[in-house]
Antibody
Framework: QVQLKQWGAGLLKPSETLSLTCAVY????????WTWIRQPPGRGLEWIGE???????NYNPSLKSRVTISVDTSKNQFSLKVSSVTAADTAVYFC?????????WGQGTLVTVSS | DIQMTQSPSSLSASVGDRVTITCRAS??????LGWYQQKPGKAPKRLIY???SLQSGVPSRFSGSGSGTEFTLTISSLQPADFATYYC?????????FGGGTKVEIK
């Protein structure tokens, strides 16, 4: 059974860098895109970007200048960094697996940006 | 970007009702679409992939249809566990985009 478990800092100040990591259990890391999605409180879902086993990335242009997704295949983990955060980046962040559609999701991490 | 217009944004229905939710894509996306159910405080759960294929373990009262630009999620007989918010997601082209969501509430 595939499991994604994520962690990272939940409270940031404006201009800091958001950093989250997601570990994948029970599945090979290759053959999928490993994805980050976020959801502001009370609002809809937004695709942030993704990375594959070989390190190929795809980013949402709306966030591309501030986002870095990386992978550590030795640990079956992938990570998200978002620089220069503002209150608009306050959201629940989900890691997820995608082959075509997204199928497995992490539990979500609430990240709050507040001074 | 491909815009996914989901309607309605909310609906009230009774147990046993037939419910239909629509997603319209701003350009053709073949059948590159999934449907998701989300309950408060939880991650979304995939119901349908490839527009009409039922995810293993999902009750058969859920069905998906459509291709190109218009897609439908149907719940044939609404059950108490189905009160939730539903989203579509297109993966035909980057950036991937979600519909705005449909909140299904108890009438």
């Amino acid at each position: 059974q595939v499991q994604l478990k994520q962690w990272g800092a939940g409270l940031l100040k404006p201009s800091e860098t958001l950093s989250l990591t997601c570990a994948v259990y029970g599945e090979s890391f290759s053959g999928y895109y490993w994805t980050w999605i976020r959801q502001p409180p009370g609002r809809g879902l937004e695709w942030i970007g993704e990375i594959n086993h070989g390190g190929t990335t795809n980013y949402n242009p709306s966030l591309k200048s501030r986002v870095t997704i990386s992978v550590d295949t030795s640990k079956n983990q992938f990570s998200l960094k978002v620089s220069s955060v503002t209150a608009a980046d306050t959201a629940v962040y989900f890691c997820a697996r995608r082959m075509a559609t997204v199928d497995y999701w992490g539990q979500g991490t609430l990240v709050t940006v507040s001074s | 970007d491909i815009q996914m217009t989901q309607s309605p944004s909310s609906l009230s229905a009774s147990v046993g009702d037939r419910v239909t939710i629509t997603c319209r894509a701003s350009q053709g996306i073949r059948n590159d679409l999934g449907w998701y159910q989300q309950k408060p405080g939880k991650a979304p759960k995939r119901l349908i992939y490839a527009a009409s294929s039922l995810q293993s373990g999902v009750p058969s009262r859920f069905s998906g249809s459509g291709s190109g630009t218009e897609f439908t999620l149907t719940i044939s007989s609404l059950q108490p566990a189905d009160f939730a918010t539903y989203y579509c997601l297109q993966h035909n082209s980057y950036p991937l985009t979600f519909g705005g969501g449909t909140k299904v509430e108890i009438k």
